[in-house]
């Protein structure tokens, strides 16, 4: 590839494209993680309605395509006359599918941590509130962390499917510019060492955070 | 309401045709991954610097890049450029295999290395080759413990196979589409596609699960 | 009631999944008291424990600590209860995520809202009271079973509780680890701390307890002074020495 079509075509496409990326990876991610910690907490300590209401979520979203569902949102809702538009679209789908895959991953990290220490906690006088702020919290968090920054790297990389919905970010560039040119090849090469290098970054970023917040003996298993 | 279900129920046969497509790229993908992934993993463990570096490459590329780049980069780019000739079909299954491969290593590699490697000194101490013995105890351990990350990459290329829609193959995602198209009946159509994908991945869970119990040794991977 | 009554506990009941766990149980501590609970698992001796601290709610009965009697039902008091009273459970519960020193100190800087400072110190000390000042910047993993007992007998006593129940404190531990928790209990016993505790540890009843409460099913079936109950030549077989028997011969003699 000459440096030329590199520089003057692909790379100021592909930038374009990358920001919208990150306008659709960053605020999926927080949701997502928020709605996953909502429905993990909720399927173990919620009222049994709303703990049915969570597994049902979770069974559907991760049982099914994340394609279909996006497909729904942008092409099925209209039928309904819910018109979302591509971004919308992209976000909610990302958040929903995401939130049920870390909901699995909070549930799991919820229920490694033994229950005595709840009652030593209430023993000292450690109001329920509080229980789960200094004592649940921090470990639940720890324990979830290789899990749900998993699914942080799943994002980034399904963050392409916006094109299905028409959101124009990295992959959807590509594909413009490489129809264009009709240099496929380049193109998506350059569009896949962009994407490697998110991935590869965010894992570098999460196997820092996993060192800092590390206590010894705190492993996977609780002991 | 009743005109959708009715379209639903019209178009069930060509959705449920688009199964067997679906089955036919994940089974293809899958037995790639698996025919690959196997001696990939043991060059991983039991290979040279240049071989380990090699695998971890390649992993590295196939796991960090996004199936429908991929799908793109293959199809339009790489394929042609090569001068192939590849359907889409088949274009989706080599690409979600070539993913595969890296995924289904890296389970077979971690099932290898869990395993006491007391046994291997044991079987060579009997007088087997390494390959053999790793071939004869090794391999038959390692793909027991390896069924239930099966079972989660079998869901995850399960749902995968749907992004090759953008190829234009002829599976359920795509027919969903085409009948949508015609019909406007995207809801419908679209709910129905997911059920049958949700029922697909129930039933190949159920179907590993049943497979790891018919495999499994009494007690045994408890002391793991 | 005597004036140094510390704590009063009339007619507790609890049934828990249908079975009666505690059937009509009553007790009176004096200030300075160790009184031991000995009996069959499931005999409700954890449940009681846990119902005096209201960690457990009971159906029926009443509490008085000090005097005053407790309500059940407003969630303030409760929480403001739970702090007089500390707990030592059978498998430690410390906390996994925080070491030593903060495992004694979160109660008090969350709890009683001391600085991070003065919690911290507070800490220093009770750890250094059962000989683990050198110890406090590990975490449970790292310590040994003795170790860990040992904490969380700081973390209760930081509180500053009247009150200490021990839930069968050595059941969990080899028996070369035992020795070291009742040692640092015997001191607790000597700085007239008043304690109620369940175990199986025979000869620690013996030389310490002020009383032997036996439980079986429920109930409290004998209760007395150790001399007196298991009197070697008690004319009348007691229940409580047939099971200290079994449990001499099971565990051997030490305390």
């Given at each position: 590839m000459e440096p030329s079509f590199l520089l003057d075509e692909v790379v100021p496409a592909l930038n374009d494209g990358l920001v919208l990326s990150l306008l659709l990876i960053i605020p999926s991610a927080c949701l997502g993680l928020a709605m996953g910690i909502i429905a993990g907490t909720l399927r173990i300590f919620g009222p049994a309605w709303s703990s049915e209401l969570a597994k049902w979520y979770t069974t559907i979203f991760r049982g099914t395509p994340l394609v279909v569902q996006l497909f729904i949102l942008y092409f099925g809702l209209p039928n309904l006359g819910i018109y979302l538009e591509p971004?919308?679209?992209?976000?909610?789908?990302?958040?929903?599918?995401?939130?049920?895959?870390?909901?699995?991953?909070?549930?799991?990290?919820?229920?490694?941590?033994?229950?005595?220490?709840?009652?030593?906690?209430?023993?000292?006088?450690?109001?329920?509130?509080?229980?789960?702020?200094?004592?649940?919290?921090?470990?639940?968090?720890?324990?979830a962390l290789p899990g749900c920054g998993n699914e942080?790297?799943?994002?980034?990389?399904?963050?392409?499917?916006?094109?299905?919905?028409?959101?124009?970010?990295?992959?959807?560039?590509?594909?413009?510019?490489?129809?264009?040119?009709?240099?496929?090849t380049e193109v998506f090469m350059a569009v896949g060492a962009y994407y490697l290098a998110l991935v590869s970054l965010a894992t570098l970023g999460l196997q820092k955070l996993e060192r800092v917040l590390a206590v010894p003996g705190f492993g996977k298993n609780p002991s | 309401m009743l005109d959708s279900l009715i379209v639903v129920r019209d178009a069930l046969p060509y959705l449920l045709e688009g199964s067997l497509v679906t089955i036919g790229i994940v089974v293809g993908a899958m037995g790639l991954g698996l025919v690959a992934g196997v001696p990939m993993a043991m060059a991983q463990v039991y290979g040279n610097r240049a071989l380990r570096l090699l695998v971890a490459v390649y992993v590295w590329l196939f796991r960090g890049i996004p199936v429908l780049v991929l799908l793109f980069l293959f199809y339009f780019g790489l394929f042609s450029l090569m001068g192939l000739n590849i359907s889409a079909f088949w274009a989706a299954t080599l690409v979600l295999g070539m993913r595969g491969m890296a995924y289904q290593s890296q389970i077979f590699r971690g099932a290898m290395q869990s395993l006491p490697q007391g046994?291997?000194?044991?079987?060579?101490?009997?007088?087997?080759?390494?390959?053999?013995?790793?071939?004869?105890?090794?391999?038959?351990?390692a793909l027991r413990l390896s069924i239930p990350g099966w079972s989660n990459e079998y869901s995850i290329v399960l749902k995968d196979s749907a992004i090759a829609f953008v190829l234009g193959t002829s599976e359920i995602m795509s027919r969903a589409h085409f009948v949508a198209s015609r019909t406007y009946e995207q809801l419908a159509l679209y709910i129905t596609?997911?059920?049958?994908?949700?029922l697909l991945t129930w039933l190949g869970v159920r179907g590993l699960r049943v497979l790891e119990r018919k495999v499994s040794i009494p007690g045994y991977a408890q002391q793991i | 009631m005597t004036d140094n009554t510390l704590l009063r506990v009339e007619s507790l009941s609890k049934d828990l999944g249908g079975k009666t766990i505690l059937n009509d149980v009553s007790l009176q501590m004096a200030t300075g008291d160790l009184k031991v609970l000995i009996g069959p698992s499931g005999g409700g001796k954890s449940t009681l424990l846990q119902c005096i601290n209201l960690l457990i709610f009971?159906?029926?009965?009443?509490?008085?600590?000090?005097?005053?009697?407790?309500?059940?039902?407003?969630?303030?008091?409760?929480?403001?209860?739970?702090?007089?009273?500390?707990?030592?459970?059978?498998?430690?519960?410390?906390?996994?995520?925080?070491n030593a020193m903060d495992n004694v100190a979160i109660a008090l800087r969350k709890v009683k809202r001391m600085s991070r400072l003065s919690a911290e110190k507070r800490a220093t000390e009770e750890l250094e009271r059962v000989g683990l000042g050198d110890k406090r910047g590990l975490y449970p993993?790292?310590?040994?079973?003795?170790?860990?007992?040992?904490?969380?007998?700081?973390?209760?006593?930081?509180m500053d509780?009247?009150?200490?129940?021990?839930?069968?404190?050595?059941?969990?531990?080899?028996?070369?680890?035992?020795?070291?928790?009742?040692?640092?209990?015997?001191?607790?016993?000597?700085?007239?701390?008043?304690?109620?505790?369940?175990?199986?540890?025979?000869?620690?009843?013996?030389?310490?307890?002020?009383?032997?409460?036996?439980?079986?099913?429920?109930?409290?079936i004998e209760q007395g002074h150790p001399m007196t109950l298991l009197a070697k030549d008690n004319p009348v077989a007691s229940r409580t020495m047939d099971f200290c028997t079994k449990l001499s011969e099971i565990y051997g003699e030490s305390g």
């Amino acid at each position: 590839m000459e440096p030329s079509f590199l520089l003057d075509e692909v790379v100021p496409a592909l930038n374009d494209g990358l920001v919208l990326s990150l306008l659709l990876i960053i605020p999926s991610a927080c949701l997502g993680l928020a709605m996953g910690i909502i429905a993990g907490t909720l399927r173990i300590f919620g009222p049994a309605w709303s703990s049915e209401l969570a597994k049902w979520y979770t069974t559907i979203f991760r049982g099914t395509p994340l394609v279909v569902q996006l497909f729904i949102l942008y092409f099925g809702l209209p039928n309904l006359g819910i018109y979302l538009e591509p971004y919308l679209a992209a976000v909610i789908g990302f958040t929903l599918c995401s939130g049920a895959y870390h909901s699995e991953y909070i549930r799991g990290a919820l229920l490694s941590i033994k229950r005595g220490q709840v009652l030593a906690a209430q023993s000292l006088g450690f109001s329920t509130w509080k229980t789960m702020l200094c004592i649940i919290i921090p470990q639940a968090l720890r324990r979830a962390l290789p899990g749900c920054g998993n699914e942080l790297i799943y994002l980034i990389k399904y963050s392409s499917l916006a094109y299905i919905v028409t959101c124009i970010e990295l992959t959807g560039e590509g594909k413009i510019l490489a129809s264009k040119t009709f240099r496929f090849t380049e193109v998506f090469m350059a569009v896949g060492a962009y994407y490697l290098a998110l991935v590869s970054l965010a894992t570098l970023g999460l196997q820092k955070l996993e060192r800092v917040l590390a206590v010894p003996g705190f492993g996977k298993n609780p002991s | 309401m009743l005109d959708s279900l009715i379209v639903v129920r019209d178009a069930l046969p060509y959705l449920l045709e688009g199964s067997l497509v679906t089955i036919g790229i994940v089974v293809g993908a899958m037995g790639l991954g698996l025919v690959a992934g196997v001696p990939m993993a043991m060059a991983q463990v039991y290979g040279n610097r240049a071989l380990r570096l090699l695998v971890a490459v390649y992993v590295w590329l196939f796991r960090g890049i996004p199936v429908l780049v991929l799908l793109f980069l293959f199809y339009f780019g790489l394929f042609s450029l090569m001068g192939l000739n590849i359907s889409a079909f088949w274009a989706a299954t080599l690409v979600l295999g070539m993913r595969g491969m890296a995924y289904q290593s890296q389970i077979f590699r971690g099932a290898m290395q869990s395993l006491p490697q007391g046994q291997l000194k044991a079987a060579m101490a009997l007088g087997m080759s390494e390959l053999k013995a790793i071939r004869v105890i090794i391999l038959p351990q390692a793909l027991r413990l390896s069924i239930p990350g099966w079972s989660n990459e079998y869901s995850i290329v399960l749902k995968d196979s749907a992004i090759a829609f953008v190829l234009g193959t002829s599976e359920i995602m795509s027919r969903a589409h085409f009948v949508a198209s015609r019909t406007y009946e995207q809801l419908a159509l679209y709910i129905t596609a997911g059920a049958l994908f949700f029922l697909l991945t129930w039933l190949g869970v159920r179907g590993l699960r049943v497979l790891e119990r018919k495999v499994s040794i009494p007690g045994y991977a408890q002391q793991i | 009631m005597t004036d140094n009554t510390l704590l009063r506990v009339e007619s507790l009941s609890k049934d828990l999944g249908g079975k009666t766990i505690l059937n009509d149980v009553s007790l009176q501590m004096a200030t300075g008291d160790l009184k031991v609970l000995i009996g069959p698992s499931g005999g409700g001796k954890s449940t009681l424990l846990q119902c005096i601290n209201l960690l457990i709610f009971p159906d029926e009965g009443r509490i008085w600590l000090g005097g005053r009697e407790v309500s059940f039902r407003k969630k303030r008091e409760v929480l403001a209860f739970r702090q007089q009273i500390g707990m030592i459970f059978q498998d430690f519960n410390l906390f996994d995520h925080l070491n030593a020193m903060d495992n004694v100190a979160i109660a008090l800087r969350k709890v009683k809202r001391m600085s991070r400072l003065s919690a911290e110190k507070r800490a220093t000390e009770e750890l250094e009271r059962v000989g683990l000042g050198d110890k406090r910047g590990l975490y449970p993993a790292e310590l040994s079973g003795g170790q860990k007992q040992r904490v969380s007998i700081a973390r209760a006593l930081a509180m500053d509780p009247v009150l200490l129940l021990l839930d069968e404190p050595t059941s969990a531990l080899d028996p070369e680890l035992i020795g070291e928790v009742l040692s640092v209990i015997r001191s607790l016993s000597q700085r007239n701390i008043t304690m109620l505790m369940a175990t199986h540890q025979v000869g620690f009843a013996r030389t310490l307890a002020q009383e032997i409460l036996f439980m079986e099913h429920g109930r409290i079936i004998e209760q007395g002074h150790p001399m007196t109950l298991l009197a070697k030549d008690n004319p009348v077989a007691s229940r409580t020495m047939d099971f200290c028997t079994k449990l001499s011969e099971i565990y051997g003699e030490s305390g």
